[in-house]
């Protein structure tokens, strides 16, 4: 048979050519995913290879990975077999370098890439929290490692990939644009249909854009010629009634097409005399039915060891090392080797490893499956029984940290003897799974388990069994199966006669009704648990179960209820004795996002700081961290602009040190709010997109209403009206709309009133700015009414009144204004909100100018609701106000005074580009025949903010808005937001036009 292993690629020009494309791009920086797709055989793997061996000649740095039909079931499989032997190759203190103190996440996903780290878990906290930080650190990891040398991760046949590296993969796959890594996927179209994970996987990823799907199609006539050319050498004239005929029987197939060769060689069809090839010239092929045919032929002909191995090893499923080999098979060490030796000669199986740790694999999948299901049932079933049990002799003290395989092979046994072992080990390995956050494949251990334990009745607890799989369960999402294995679990736990275990369960239950949206249930649950806690023992429970009958009710929008669990829960931490610092900290937390809301603000700081000390003395980083950012929010409401910004720091700091994504996402919120307030517009529009991406990214919708509104504002007050309606959209169909409840159903249905509200806001303002006050109020008092049914009077002082407000007086509806002025200041009184009281005097002081005209008394109100806005500081809103005051002054005829107020208001509002109050207050000056300073000229440099300066001259110097971000390390579209901005301050329309503008005005030097 004539080799050709090293044979050149046949045809897959354009499609070699695409991968080498994407691996140029992702050499700069511009990192992508690919598939590639077609039936078995068709040519994925050799296509793939090809463009890895392409990229390893380039310096690139090539990580292979496989998955196996048989189902393994270990959690990230396919990642920590590509990665494993490249990471073996580092030493630790460069792999501590990499992880960069995100080594215990890493170990925590990959136990054998990472071994040695320290003993801290990734920490508590919610569960998709710490799933995020586990997948993010990875992927930061991936980056580092492909900073050095780029890297490209090749990932076989993810037909059979399991649920928790294909989330991984899509994770990875998400945030590669920034590195320098590839990331190819090969899977069978044909067996793709059954792996549901893998074709959400890829439709998702479509739809982000970040993956390209290269379909692979059936060689051509001439291409099957070529083929044949280069294995035998001969004449294309020689041979083309041949290749016709090979070619309609195999569909161009480069699998079948080699296969059937080999099969006309063994057959004796086609034969070689003095180094010549004969036999071309037969009128048909006889040739067995099917490919699994063909491959069958070849396998019978093995010797009976060779043939022996190569049954072991598709019954091991999956890369068999030597050692694993040897055991299992029991052959003298010459009967092994020569075994091995056939099977690689006859290219059944390829060796990979090293010297140290030799490995076999099939060189088609097709093969192992074939084989396996020639064995039958009950051979299959004998084999899996010698297998088990040889590895877990070859393992000896070390069996627990196989138990993945282990369970694997006892499971498949299905014998009685052996049924304990198989629930031993596919327990431990569902909760090792569990523990990775591995959820579906923890379910599909734990549900084995349980149906060997149903069949056997052995030592195992089947209550832990039941519990650990309705954790997983609830994990998923799968809240009616867990109900399921709760209530079980608790039947279970009712016999026993053990109350607290029944109480824990029903607080179990009780969240599974929580997060499927059953609130009146999840109440039910809760009750039940805390009449069966029994004090003192229970106290943990019970502080847990009242906290979250709090919650409950909160998210009904039951905050007076909600107060009363949350203070009972504090007294129970406290009566709980020793130890009770984490308790304590979680039930005083729990009450400053509640009284954050609600008011009184300083008892909400006054449990903040609690709530702090005791997280701080607990070492709960998480708690820690909540604190901090309710406090953060705190200083924002009550107006305290030093207490923002130094809890935002605290929780950067936390959050960098637990190394989470999703935590910045959330003080990056803040951030945006805070900036806007205090008037460095730049930067909080960097951050809010900057932010907004990253929650994209990572999937937290709960935050983007929000993010949306804050941005959305900016946008309109710099007259980019449709920027932010846009935006204002969006934010309205993530709150959920409306969020109307109709009488009746409201005891069981939550409102994200914290997104909802804002909402309303963002609409409100558009509104207004739209010229229609009228339904500017309309919306705003719909905010309203959902922010006083839920109790959020926080909330609604600190948005939505001001804005009703505004747009009442701007409709001239003055007894509406007045109504909902008295009522901002009572509140704002009572709670102590600094905001609230200041625009109560703006909104008497217009409502006196304007319906009593009584200027005097307005001007003095005007002038306290400034200066306690410029004390906040919250200079955009007072910029407006002192117009106001200015147009007044000017009213009754004090026109230096007025003017003075005008141009004041003129340079604030011009530093913030706030164009559309801008305009009026530039009006203003010339109807009094003032001609107005120059729109933009306030900080020396046309009234562009220093960032914006920056970017026009390097506009002006022909540089694109990708190299500009690349040279201030921000994003195109950031720069591009920047440039309309500039745009409008400036009044030109194009580059060109700037480049002039900053040439004329002698702006190019900075
Ligand atoms: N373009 C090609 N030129 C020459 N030989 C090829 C070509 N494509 C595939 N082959 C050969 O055909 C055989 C099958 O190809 P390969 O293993 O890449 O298929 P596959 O699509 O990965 O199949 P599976 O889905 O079963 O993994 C291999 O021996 C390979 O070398
Ligand atoms: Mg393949």
Not at 309 to 323: C, F, K, N, P, S
Not at 704 to 723: A, D, M, N, T
Not at 931 to 943: E, F, K, L, M, N
Request: charged share 25%; aromatic share 6%.
């Amino acid at each position: 048979m004539p080799r050709r292993d090293d044979a050149p690629l046949v045809g897959r020009s354009a499609e070699l050519a695409l991968l080498s494309r994407t691996i140029e791009a992702a050499a700069k920086g511009g990192g992508r995913s690919i598939f590639i797709v077609g039936e078995g055989g068709i040519g994925k793997t050799r296509l793939a290879t090809a463009a890895a061996d392409r990229a390893a000649r380039q310096g690139w740095t090539v990580a292979l990975g496989r998955a196996y039909p048989v189902e393994t079931g270990v959690p990230y499989a396919l990642f920590s077999d590509a990665l494993l032997p490249l990471l073996r190759k580092l030493d630790p203190s460069a792999l501590s370098i990499l992880t960069r103190g995100g080594g215990v996440q890493l170990a925590h996903l990959f136990p054998n890439l990472a071994p040695g780290t320290d003993e801290r878990r990734p920490g508590e906290g919610d569960p998709s929290e710490i799933k995020a930080r586990l997948l993010w650190n990875f992927t930061q990891f991936l980056g580092r490692l492909a900073a050095k040398q780029p890297l490209l991760i090749l990932l076989e046949n993810l037909q059979w990939a399991d649920a928790s590296s294909l989330e991984l993969f899509h994770f990875v796959a998400r945030q590669l644009e920034s590195h320098r890594i590839v990331l190819i996927g090969t899977y069978n179209e044909a067996e793709s249909e059954l792996n549901a994970a893998l074709r959400n996987t890829e439709q998702s990823l479509l739809r982000l854009g970040t993956l390209t799907v290269q379909r692979l199609a059936p060689l051509s006539l001439s291409e099957t010629e070529d083929i044949i050319h280069q294995m035998f050498g001969v004449d294309r004239s020689a041979t083309r009634h041949f290749s016709g005929l090979l070619y309609q029987s195999t569909r161009g197939n480069p699998f079948f097409i080699e296969e059937t060769l080999k099969f006309l060689v063994e057959s004796g069809a086609l034969s070689e005399r003095d180094g010549r090839w004969l036999g071309w010239e037969m009128e048909t092929l006889h040739l067995p039915p099917t490919i699994r045919d063909v491959v069958k032929a070849r396998i019978s002909r093995l010797t009976s060891s060779a043939r022996a191995l190569a049954d072991l090893a598709a019954v091991i499923g999956t890369r068999a090392t030597y050692d694993t080999l040897a055991r299992v098979s029991g052959l003298p060490p010459a009967e092994l080797v020569a075994g091995l030796d056939e099977l690689r000669t006859q290219r059944v199986f390829v060796e990979t490893g090293d010297a140290d740790s030799i490995c076999y694999d099939f060189t088609h999948p097709l093969l192992q499956q074939v084989l396996y299901s020639d064995l039958g049932q009950a051979r299959v079933r004998l084999l899996h029984a010698t297998i088990a049990g040889a590895l877990e002799d070859l393992y000896g003290p070390a069996a627990a940290g196989h138990a993945d395989e282990l369970a694997l092979h006892f499971a498949r046994a299905r014998s009685p003897a052996l049924a304990r072992k198989a629930v031993t080990y596919l327990t431990a390995a569902g909760r090792t799974a569990l523990e990775k956050y591995a959820n579906r494949e923890a379910a599909n251990y734990l549900t084995a388990a349980l149906e060997h334990l149903d069949n056997q009745g052995s030592g195992v607890s089947r209550r832990e069994i039941l519990t650990t799989l309705a954790r997983a369960r609830q994990r998923l999402g799968e809240y009616d199966i867990a109900m399921q294995l709760w209530s079980r679990a608790r039947d279970d736990a009712i016999a026993a006669e053990d109350r607290g275990e029944t109480a824990a369960i029903e607080h179990r239950m009780g969240l599974a009704c929580y997060w499927s949206a059953k609130y009146a249930e999840a109440l039910g649950h809760y009750q039940e648990g805390l009449a069966l806690a029994t004090a003192p023992r229970d106290a943990p429970l019970t502080v847990r179960l009242l906290l979250a009958k709090g919650i409950c009710l909160q998210d009904l929008g039951r905050l007076g209820e909600a107060k009363a669990e949350v203070e009972a829960a504090l007294a129970a931490a406290a009566a709980s004795g020793v130890d009770n610092s984490a308790l304590l900290a979680r039930a005083h937390r729990a009450l400053l996002l509640l009284y954050a809301w609600t008011g009184p603000l300083d008892l909400a700081r006054n449990h903040g700081h609690q709530a702090l000390a005791h997280a701080r003395s607990a070492r709960q980083f998480m708690l820690e961290w909540t604190a901090h950012w309710g406090l953060a929010l705190l200083g924002g409401v009550a107006g305290n602009a030093p207490e923002v910004v130094e809890h935002l720091e605290e929780c950067e700091r936390l959050a960098e040190q637990m190394q989470s994504p999703l935590l910045p996402v959330w003080s990056g919120e803040l951030r945006v709010q805070y900036d806007s307030g205090t008037g460095d517009w730049d930067r909080a529009l960097e951050t809010a997109e900057r932010t907004i991406a990253l929650a994209r990214r990572l999937n937290q919708r709960t935050i983007l209403p929000r993010l949306y509104v804050w941005s959305g504002l900016i946008h309109l007050w710099r007259g980019q009206k449709e920027k932010a309606k846009t935006y204002f959209d969006l934010a309205w169909t993530l709150s959920g709309g409306t969020g109307t409840v109709s009488a009746g159903d409201e005891t069981d249905r939550a409102l994200d009133v914290p997104s909802i509200v804002p909402a309303h806001l963002g609409m409100a303002s558009y509104h207004l700015a739209n010229g229609d006050p009228r339904e500017a109020v309309r919306v705003a008092e719909a905010g309203l009414e959902i922010a006083d049914r839920t109790g959020y009077v926080v909330w609604a002082l600190q948005w939505l009144l001001p804005a009703v407000c505004e747009a009442a007086m701007e409709a001239n509806l003055f007894e509406l204004a007045a109504k909902h002025s008295a009522r901002m200041r009572r509140d704002a009184v009572h709670a102590n909100h600094r905001l609230g009281i200041a625009c109560a005097d703006g909104c008497d002081g217009l409502l006196a100018i304007y319906r009593d005209h009584d200027h005097a008394r307005g001007i003095e109100l005007l002038r306290s609701c400034a200066e306690q806005l410029e004390a906040i500081p919250f200079p955009p809103w007072a910029a407006r106000i002192r117009h106001r005051i200015g147009r007044a002054l000017l009213v009754t005829g004090e026109r230096e005074e007025g003017m003075r107020e005008l141009r004041k208001a003129h340079d604030v509002l011009a530093r913030l580009g706030h164009t559309d109050a801008l305009d009026l207050a530039r009006e203003d000056m010339r109807g009094i025949g003032v001609r107005p300073p120059p729109r933009s000229v306030v900080t020396g440099a046309a009234g562009l903010t220093g960032r914006e300066l920056e970017i026009a001259r390097m506009v002006a110097t022909r540089k694109s808005n990708k190299e500009i971000g690349g040279a201030l390390r921000i994003s195109a579209r950031t720069v591009s937001t920047h440039l309309s901005n500039i745009f409008a301050k400036l009044s030109v329309g194009s580059r060109g036009e700037l480049a002039d503008f900053i040439r004329q005005n002698g702006l190019g030097e900075g």
